[in-house]
Each structure stands twice: as structure tokens, then as C-alpha cells.
């Protein structure tokens, strides 16, 4: 496992469908994170989940947006009947506990388009 | 609501000159990092530093942590077209520390 995998790269959607963003962590790492990072923009901080719980989503809209990080399996970034100002790159990184808040290991990241 | 304002925004250089980029704010942090992000990719870890006054050397990227942790710099050296890239500095709240605040980055352009 070379590092945070992210499916799929880049991701279609119309107006009002459901987006998954899926994202396996580096091996041995239990705590992930979510950021999104939208044109001319920083990366801005989502949400931040260990493995079958939140345990920050200060940054998450309240409406459509859901994050979970299962016992087995990827964190899944879910984003329920999208608009046009969803579209963005969603990074996903992971840290072992030990480092947490102290540097991240990336994904490259899925694209969204919504149409 | 904690900033890290980057500056210059945008940099283009030939090889073999230096650069200094710099990260600062209002805000103390306990810890800060630089990130160097490639078009298409995620951002890749370089350093963290995390007390006031440390200087971290990586080649020749030289990363400074202000006295008070509210501002940090980011030296290199005879640059080269490899160092082309953005680079992105992101601190750390206390709290849970997974809430990193990233600046919007200094897009550096290395020309050979």
C-alpha cells in the first residue's frame, strides 16, 4: 500500500444525483480526513473521522453532506442531490494517531463535475 | 476565524536563483506545515515544525517557525525546474488537530 487511495479520480454528476467519494488509508493509519479545495482556493477542512466515529465535522455543510469510516472498508464522502457549487476537488489524507495534527499523507483526490 | 494569508501569490523565477516564501497570521498554532502541491495531484508533505524558532533544513529548502508560531518561512536555494509546484503552508489548531487551515499557496515557476 503506496499511500491514501482515492476512487474514482474524476467523477460525472447531474444536478440532484448522489456523489460517493471512496478513500482507503494508508495502511496502519487510523484516522482520516476530508478537505475540499475548490478553483483559485485553499484547501478548506471537512471532516475528521477515526474509524467508526466523527470526530470533527466543524466543516461539513449541514444539509446533503455525509462522511462515515467503517470498522471494515473504505471512508466514503457522501454528497446526496448535488449542485453546480459542489463541483471541486475532494482530498481525502490519513494519519497514524500518533501524528495526528502533525502532517498528512494525500490522496490525489477525486474531481467533481456536477452538469 | 484563523487565516494563514501566503505570500507573493505567484513566482517565476530562473534556475539558480533564490526564493523566499513566506506564511503568516494572527493566530498561534502548535504546529505548522508546508505542502508542495503538482496540477492534478494531492499535496505532498515536505515539513512540519512546531517550536517557536526552529529551522529545518531539506536539501536546499530551508523552513523557518516564527518565535511566537504565528508565521513561518520558506527559503530555497539555487532553485531548480524541479521545484516548480505550489506550495502550501497549513497550520494546526488545538482542539481535535485534525482541522489544518491551509494558506492559498504560492504558485512557484522555475524556468530553466
Known amino acids: 500500500n503506496a499511500g491514501v487511495m482515492q476512487n474514482p479520480r474524476h467523477l460525472v454528476r447531474r444536478r440532484g444525483q448522489e456523489a460517493r467519494l471512496r478513500c482507503s488509508p494508508v495502511k496502519g493509519h487510523s484516522h482520516v480526513y476530508w478537505y475540499r479545495q475548490l478553483p483559485e482556493e485553499g484547501l478548506k477542512f471537512m471532516v475528521y473521522?477515526?474509524?467508526?466515529?466523527?470526530?470533527?465535522e466543524s466543516g461539513m455543510p449541514k444539509e446533503r453532506f455525509s462522511a462515515e469510516f467503517p470498522k471494515e472498508g473504505p471512508s466514503i464522502l457522501r454528497i446526496q442531490q448535488v449542485v453546480r457549487g459542489d463541483s471541486a476537488a475532494y482530498f481525502c489524507?490519513?494519519?497514524?494517531?500518533?501524528?495526528?495534527?502533525?502532517?498528512?499523507?494525500f490522496g490525489s483526490g477525486t474531481r467533481l463535475t456536477v452538469v | 476565524t484563523q487565516l494563514l494569508e501566503q505570500s507573493p501569490q505567484f513566482l517565476s523565477i530562473q534556475e539558480g536563483e533564490n526564493l523566499t516564501v513566506y506564511c503568516n497570521s494572527s493566530?498561534?498554532?502548535?504546529?505548522l506545515q508546508w505542502y508542495r502541491q503538482e496540477p492534478g495531484e494531492g499535496p505532498v508533505l515536505l515539513v512540519t515544525v512546531v517550536t517557536g524558532g526552529e529551522v529545518k533544513k531539506l536539501k536546499r529548502l530551508t523552513f523557518q517557525f516564527g518565535d511566537a508560531r504565528k508565521d513561518s518561512s520558506l527559503h530555497i536555494t539555487a532553485a531548480q525546474p524541479g521545484d516548480t509546484g505550489l506550495y502550501l503552508c497549513?497550520?494546526?489548531?488545538?482542539?481535535?488537530?485534525?482541522?489544518?487551515?491551509f494558506g492559498k499557496g504560492t504558485k512557484l515557476s522555475v524556468k530553466p
Open positions: 489524507a490519513s494519519s497514524p494517531a500518533s501524528l495526528r495534527g502533525y502532517g498528512y499523507t
Open positions: 493566530s498561534v498554532f502548535s504546529s
Open positions: 473521522l477515526q474509524k467508526e466515529n466523527i470526530i470533527d
Open positions: 497549513a497550520g494546526a489548531q488545538g482542539g481535535s488537530q485534525g482541522n489544518l487551515i
